[in-house]
Structures are given as C-alpha cells and as structure tokens.
C-alpha cells in the first residue's frame, strides 16, 4: 500500500487511498448511467445493443485507467453524451452506415492524437485567459446542476420548448429531494464522503419504495463481436465525410479542454494558469477515443461527472483506478449497476435518475464559487466570462459555450484598444469558432 501510495503522491496531493478509493466510487456511479444509456443511443443506428454495453464500459475502463496512471489525474472518461447523439444524428440524417460513423470517430481520435503530440491542445490551455478559465468552470457547474435537475425530473421541457418545473409531487423528484437532503446535511457537517452516503440513501429508499428492483449481481458479460474493429475505413474517405469528421474532432477537442480546466482547477491541478501533467492528460483522453472507436462506440471524453469524485476528496490517480475497476466489474454485474444508476420510469415513459440528480446538482454549485475569480471591473474580461458561463448550459454544449467567449474575447480587445493583451492562438481559435459556424 506504501508502494500505491509513493506512485500516486497521495499524501502530497493531501489524501488518503481510502478517499480516493471512496471518491472513485462517487465517480462511477455519477456516470455509470452511461453504460446503459449509450448502447440504447448507438443500438437506433443499428448497432448490436450488447457489443456497444461492452465497448462501453471496457473503453471507459481502458481511458479511465490510462489518465490515471499516466497523468495522475481524478479524471474519468467514457463514450460522451452528445457525441453519441451526433454519430446517431450522422447514420439516420445523413444515410452513412454505422460502420463508415465509426470509422469517422476512428479519424478523429488520430487528429486527436497528432494535435496532443505536437502540443498545440497544451498550448491552447495555457492560452485560455484566467477570466475565461473561471468562467468554464462556472458554466460547466451550472450545466451539470441542469443535467441533475433534469434527470431528477425537478424540471422538463413543455411541447413549446421551454423549460418548466416539473412535477416535483411525483416519485422520482421527492426521492432526489431527500438524497439532496440527507447529502447536504452530511456536506454541512463536513462527513467525508458525502455524496457517496447520499446516493446510497436514496438507493435504499427507492428499493423500499419499489421504485427500483433488486435483480441480482452477476451477469455474464455480451459479446464483443458485431462491433469490434468494424471500422468501414474505405467507406470513410470520401469528400462528403469530411465534414462530419471535423465536427467529431471539434466536440472531443473543446468538450475535453473545457472538461480537464474545470475539474482541473475544482482539483486544485492548476498552477499559474497551467494545468500541470496536461500533455499526459491530454494523450489519454485523445487515444481513448482511437480505442473506443475500435471496440466499437462512439467518441470517449473526460466526464464532467468526475467533479462528484473530487467533491469527494479524489486528487490524484488512484481515484481513476478505482473507477476503471468499477467500470471492468461493470461487466459482470451489469443487474447491481442498473439499479443504482440505471434510471427510474416516470409516469410520461421517460426515464428519471433521481438516485444519482443530487450529487450532481451541489457539485455544480460547489464548482460555481469560480464565479469570483472573474475580474468584474474589466469589460473585456467579464463579458467574454459571461457569454461562456451563459452560452455552456444554454445551449446545452461545453464546445459551442466555449466559442461565444473564444470569439468575444479577442473581439472585445480590439475594440478596447488591447489587441497586444491577446495571446496569438486565442485570435486563430476565436477564428476558426467562426468558420466552423460558416462553413459547417
């Protein structure tokens, strides 16, 4: 154990293995909803269900360890929600068979891995100003608190589009008020491993209720099969596919710069604006998505959800590891791992989280405190800052959040007469947000 935690720096980092390995945990079960939804999404553009829950969780298993191991970081990763709606957006909108998708992923993640290696995705967070790293941060929380609002049922979309309060009488959102209430309580009184006895605590409850059924734990695991190296990497190389594997590599380069800044700084891996170890980071979360793309998913990113684990205590890598396992045990206990984070019915026939909301409606409050790092006395910061925290849940996206504030920033410094301010990266950034607009 002294070895695991000499390879870790856990004492460094302030921690304890047995808080990382509670923090992991926390993790795991903030995303494991993903091992479930994932295949469901992919299986509409007529991949087999049970190869994609495989890939699922053995690329998430795979990346996650890899990040921690090599960067030491309490980052997980796994297939990303949106992406996979893309890829499926890509095979039914624009008639491309899954296997040429995938291959298009496959791409993307090796022009992933070419930018990591030369530097320029280190070189671009060292870049990003420190009002707008604030303000990612922000943004992100306040996306995840809607993600966990909106999984708990405590809001919905009406049939005009608007977002309203939902019908917090009903099962599942009463269920996430309590396990809202009984983890703030233990976070007021600084119980370590709050979120964790939160979930818990919900769990128990929804068993109690029938809300959840008990079904077993071990399963054996699907075949990996129908999915693995299917890439159509002929198919793919041809000039209308361009465009579909740009957008790919747009979302995985600025979902995950967006992701590793603010749980980054929530970690406290910051240090005079530079996230330390982030070329190591980086190649993780870029030969993830090379990985997931061969076993047979769509692109693997760093989960905004491994803000639960720091919450947590998580600082270091072991964190990771923990989670990795989980994710390879997921395999084999697929019916325990759909109980907890495998969703409750609602009364319309959608699909509720109210086990897992709460943990992530006070972790995007915790990670909203980064709001006062904004230096609200300079225009040309503030309101760049503001359009990210505000573009990031408005429209649903870390990528195109990240482009209004990546545009206004250097924008706002020309008109001020502060052009000289703005490292040169940042203008070719906020010009190439622009064309992507335009042109795709």
């Not at 922000?138 to 019908?167: E, H, K, N, W």
């Amino acid at each position: 154990m002294g070895s695991i935690e000499a390879f870790f720096q856990v004492r460094d980092a302030g921690s304890s293995l047995r808080r990382e390995a509670l923090a992991g945990l926390t993790t795991f079960l903030a995303m494991a909803y993903i091992v479930f939804v994932n295949p469901a999404v992919l299986s509409q553009a007529g991949m087999d269900f049970g190869a994609v829950f495989t890939a699922t969780c053995l690329s998430a298993a795979i990346a996650t360890f890899v990040m921690g191991v090599a960067a030491n970081y309490p980052i997980a990763l796994a297939p990303g929600m949106g992406q996979n709606f893309f890829f499926l957006t890509v095979v039914l909108g624009m008639g491309v068979i899954w296997q040429e998708a995938l291959a298009a992923v496959f791409l993307s993640g090796v022009a992933f891995v070419v930018l990591t290696l030369t530097r320029v995705r280190s070189r671009i967070i060292e870049a990003i100003p420190d009002s707008l790293k604030a303000g990612i941060a922000v943004g992100i929380g306040l996306f995840i608190t809607f993600l966990g609002m909106a999984s708990a049922g405590l809001v919905r979309q009406d049939p005009a589009g608007l977002v309203r309060l939902g019908d917090v009488t009903s099962a599942p959102p009463l269920l996430a008020f309590l396990g809202f209430g009984v983890t703030a309580a233990l976070m007021v009184r600084r119980v370590p491993g709050a979120l964790l006895w939160g979930i818990g605590a919900a769990t128990l409850v929804a068993l109690a209720l029938g809300l959840v059924q008990f079904q077993g734990v071990v399963g054996p695991p699907p075949s990996l099969a129908p999915t693995f190296l299917k890439m159509d990497l002929v198919g793919v190389l041809q000039w209308s596919m361009a465009p579909v594997v740009l957008v790919f590599l747009y979302m995985a380069l600025f979902d995950a710069i967006g992701t590793l800044v603010a749980v980054g700084q929530q970690a406290g891996l910051m240090q005079d604006g530079k996230l330390v170890r982030s070329e190591r980071a980086l190649l993780a979360d870029a030969s993830g998505t090379v990985v997931g793309a061969a076993l047979g998913t769509s692109t693997v990113t760093a989960y905004v959800e491994s803000a639960t684990g720091v919450e947590a205590g998580g600082r270091t890598g072991f964190a990771n590891v923990v989670t990795a396992a989980l994710f390879t045990a997921a395999l084999f206990v697929a019916p325990l791992v759909r109980m907890v984070g495998g969703g409750i019915e609602a009364e319309d026939g959608s699909t509720l989280h109210p086990i897992t909301a709460p943990a992530l409606i006070l972790v995007g409050a915790l990670m909203a405190r980064n709001i006062r790092l904004i230096p609200w006395d300079d225009a040309t910061e503030t309101l760049p800052a503001f359009l990210v925290v505000a573009g990031i849940p408005f429209t649903f996206s870390i990528a195109d959040g990240l482009a209004m504030g990546f545009v206004a920033y250097p924008s706002l410094k020309v008109l001020a007469g502060r052009w000289r301010e703005v490292p040169w990266l940042i203008y070719a950034l906020g010009a190439m947000f622009l064309a992507r607009y335009i042109l795709l």
